[in-house]
């Protein structure tokens, strides 16, 4: 007789909370089982480490390793002994997390995880469907990893919450950041050029080079009047009988472009075309298609106020709309914006101010708001609409067009700061929850 304990127990507990109960239920077995018949049990899966109220076993070990080496297949790995023991500590550290996940509630939802898996095939050039099955053409199982992926998600919410409330970034620690060169590379803007070279010959006469030049200008004056545009300039292409070349350069980082555009393209407008530029080997002329980072970064912003009114139990949808129905009414007929929103707006963020959101970039709002906003004019009152989070009322008060370039850099600098904190804090949080755990090995 053949019998897996494991399959045995599953039969009774969950998959993943066999415990100290597992150990007890095998001693009592053997207590109880004839000598002959647990002579003829064969175990087919073995318990290596107890983690707090987990197990380790040797299955899961022995898939890791398997997984780890295929891949890294072609990758030097340590020794498989070596290998497998620091396989074994990473799965009692996930064991610990997973365990303080599950006390703390964490759940991942089946949509979530299918979000998560799109975005996975997304970044390998495939739809879910043809990922899942370029994974079982690999002998890879999409079930193993989807429950895999789970884990990792649940360990990063754990994480997150665990390890973010430690980290405090200073005003100081940014500045000091931007100034450095990994800041200036960071916040260095970014520029996609359009190159149009008319070339010389090695030995050119001076005739040639006028000639060169004046056919240079006219052809700038003609990309700048929209006569002429990019695309109809090809790779190889005649220009009142002399050989053009086109290219495009790509988005390049200003460290990165040609030194002899290095000068030009940061004083250049999108879609702007630059005065043609000789080098040795002809004379150039660079059009700039598209630009980020770097200074002058506008957008425009709008500030605007809100009342928001929920349905509820005791509220139907159709009296929350008429209710801020009439507070519209109530304020066009001149009571104040603001005493209103105190006193009845539900958006307890916004309510205190009187329903101000203060200064709003593009995209910051759900849909159905942003898009009421975006049509008023100044003061307009918006007719009653709705959103994900109710009913409501909008005054436009301001807009502007806003250089956010510094807001966006010291964000980029805090997120950047916030990364390697949560690294290093997050090795010390590891380290203290391996320390406080109990773990015995089998």
């Known amino acids: 007789m053949k019998i897996s304990n494991k399959t045995l127990l599953s039969r009774v507990l969950p998959s993943r909370i066999l415990t100290l109960a597992y150990a007890t239920i095998l001693v009592l077995a053997s207590t109880l089982l004839s000598p002959a018949v647990w002579a003829d049990i064969e175990v087919l899966d073995k318990v ?103 884990k990792e998600m649940v360990i990063s919410q754990v994480q997150q919450g665990n390890i973010n409330h430690r980290i405090q970034i200073t005003d100081q620690e940014v500045e000091n950041y931007l100034s450095s060169e990994e800041g200036k590379q960071l916040t260095a803007g970014e520029y996609q050029l359009l190159h149009i070279l008319l070339p010389l010959p090695a030995k050119a006469t001076q005739e040639q080079q006028d000639h060169t030049r004046k056919l240079a200008e006219q052809l700038q004056q003609q990309l700048s009047s929209g006569k002429t545009d990019f695309a109809s300039i090809k790779a190889q292409t005649l220009y009142q009988g002399n050989t053009v070349q086109s290219s495009n350069l790509g988005w390049r980082k200003a460290g990165d472009l040609p030194s002899i555009f290095a000068d030009v393209a940061p004083g250049l407008k999108p879609g ?56 519209r009414q109530r304020i066009i007929e001149g009571e104040d914006f603001v005493d209103l929103a105190k006193q009845y707006s539900e958006d307890t963020g916004s309510a205190l101010q009187g329903g101000d959101l203060g200064w709003a970039n593009p995209g910051q709002f759900v849909p159905a708001f942003e898009t009421s906003m975006n049509q008023l004019d100044i003061d307009e009152i918006s007719e009653p609409f709705k959103s994900q989070f109710g009913w409501h009322i909008l005054q436009v008060l301001e807009r502007r067009n806003q250089d956010i370039s510094e807001l966006r850099w010291q964000a980029m600098a805090r997120n950047m700061i916030h990364q390697r904190k949560f690294q290093e804090e997050l090795q010390n949080w590891l380290i203290k929850i391996r320390d406080e755990a109990f773990v015995e090995f089998k």
Do not use: C, W
């Not at 380790?56 to 398997?66: G, K, P, S």
């Not at 150039?284 to 605007?304: M, N, P, Y």
């Open 48 to 150: 290596i480490a107890i983690v707090d109220g987990d197990i380790v076993t040797e299955v899961e070990l022995e898939e890791r390793t398997a997984q780890i080496i295929e891949s890294n297949r072609g990758n030097q790995l340590p020794p498989k002994d070596i290998l497998r023991q620091q396989i074994l500590d990473r799965l009692i550290i996930e064991s610990i997390q997973l365990q303080m996940g599950k006390r703390a509630g964490v759940r991942i939802s089946d949509a979530q995880l299918t979000e998560a898996m799109d975005n996975i095939a997304k970044n390998n050039g495939m739809d879910l469907p043809s990922f899942k099955r370029a994974m079982e053409k690999d002998g890879i199982s999409y079930e193993a990893t989807r429950s895999q992926i789970r």
């Open 272 to 327: 702007e075309v630059a005065a043609p530029i000789r080098s040795g080997s002809g004379f150039h002329i660079i059009i700039l298609a598209d630009k980020k980072g770097g200074e002058g970064q506008l957008v425009k912003q709008t500030r605007a106020r809100h009342i928001l009114i929920k349905p509820s139990q005791i509220r139907s949808e159709k009296q929350a709309r008429k209710f801020v129905g009439q507070l």
